[in-house]
C-alpha cells in the first residue's frame, strides 16, 4: 500500500511538474501531461528497482528479489497505467460526442 501510494505521488508531481512548464513557457511544450507523469513514474521505478536488486535484504526478510520488486514496484505501476489508461478513455469518449 505504501508503494502505491509513493508512485501515485510520483505521478502526481510530474504531471504538475509539466504543468507548471507549461505555465512557466507561455505555451504548450508538453502536450499530455498524463504521459509525462507515467514518465516520471518510469523513471523512478527504474531507480528503485535497481536499488532493490543491488542491496541485500533487511535482516528478518525472507522474500526473494522477484517478490519485493513485483510487490513494490511492478504492481504500483500496472495499478497506475491502468487508472490513467481508463481516464484518457474516458476524455477521448467525452470529445467524441457533439
Known sequence: M????????????????AHL????????????????????????????GYKIISTTPPHGHDEEISHALGFYIILPIIVIVIAVAIR???????RDIP
Do not use: K, P
Not at 505504501?2 to 504538475?16: C, D, R, S
Not at 504521459?35 to 527504474?46: E, K, Y
Not at 484518457?88 to 469518449?93: A, D, T
Open 88 to 94: 484518457i478513455w474516458q476524455e477521448s469518449g467525452d
Open 21 to 48: 512548464l507549461n505555465l512557466i513557457i507561455g505555451g504548450t511544450l508538453i502536450r499530455n501531461r498524463r504521459i509525462s507523469g507515467l514518465l516520471a513514474v518510469f523513471m523512478v521505478s527504474l531507480v528503485h
Open 2 to 17: 505504501g508503494a502505491l501510494i509513493f508512485y501515485t505521488a510520483i505521478y502526481f508531481l510530474g504531471y504538475y511538474a
